[in-house]
């Protein structure tokens, strides 16, 4: 079992930066590979960023690459989504999820473990 749960969001001008937190508990990051999503009033859960179990590896949405970064630090059981750059158009909750199956996931499906969200909102 993992439980996640996030922290980090607000609501910021067009521009600035967020950094959002997920802290792990239950089993160790290492076992797991992580993803960031992020959902907007009336619309569907939508990928953002991954890191691999190993930590190696990243993916990221094409609308988001080169803004934001994923990262995990093992050691504090702590996955991180470095957001600079936000447009109004960031604007969602935004979830953690983990994954004990997969070295790497981008689908809702593959993710067994969810945190609770964290609200981003970008004002322009």
């Known amino acids: 079992q993992v439980q996640l749960v996030e922290s980090g969001g607000g609501l910021v001008q067009a521009g600035a930066s967020l950094r959002l937190s997920c802290a792990a508990s239950?089993?160790?990051?290492?076992?797991?590979?992580m993803g960031w999503f992020r959902q907007a009033p009336g619309k569907e859960r939508e990928f953002v960023a991954a890191?691999?179990?190993?930590?190696?590896?990243?993916w990221y949405v094409d609308s988001v690459k080169g803004r934001f970064a994923i990262s995990s630090d093992n050691a504090k059981n702590t996955v991180y989504l470095q957001m600079n750059s936000l447009k109004p158009e960031d604007t969602a909750v935004y979830y953690c999820?983990?994954?004990?199956?997969?070295?790497?996931?981008?689908?809702?499906?593959?993710?067994?473990?969810w945190g609770q969200g964290t609200q981003v909102t970008v004002s322009s």
């Open positions: 999820a983990a994954t004990l199956r997969f070295h790497i996931a981008t689908l809702p499906s593959q993710f067994d473990y």
């Open positions: 239950g089993r160790t990051l290492i076992s797991a590979s």
């Open positions: 890191i691999s179990r190993s930590g190696d590896n990243t």
